[in-house]
């Protein structure tokens, strides 16, 4: 699998092809709701697609206090599975991200 070189969004609109892969990436995380909000970069492959968007992070903390945070994702959607998150960082590292205290508004 050859992949392009990631590609700079003009605009941080984000697509349909990229919101329906975010969408199937946490489709199943517990409590996971909301939508990215600008799409960063993408490159695609013949049996792939990946995109990286900023979205906002809502986590409850162990006294059951909700945070608002932003994250960057990176989603990849291959051409015969699921989408998957590749990977998820903060943009600040007080809360940990973990598929028990993930939910995305």
């Known amino acids: 699998m050859m992949l392009e070189a990631w590609e700079i969004c003009e605009r941080p609109e984000v697509t349909v092809a990229a919101l329906a892969a975010f969408e199937e990436a946490r489709d199943g995380l517990e409590g996971a709701i909301g939508e990215p909000f600008a799409l960063l970069a993408q490159r695609h492959s013949a049996d ?22 932003y994250e960057l994702a990176e989603v990849v959607k291959h051409a015969t599975g699921k989408a998957k998150f590749k990977m998820i960082a903060g943009l600040d590292d007080e809360y940990a991200v973990t598929s028990d205290n993930l939910t995305i508004n």
Do not use: G, T
Request: without cysteine; hydrophobic residues 35%.
């Open 48 to 69: 792939s697609d990946e995109y990286r968007m900023l979205f906002k992070a809502l986590y409850r903390k162990s006294n059951n206090e909700m945070v608002m945070r």
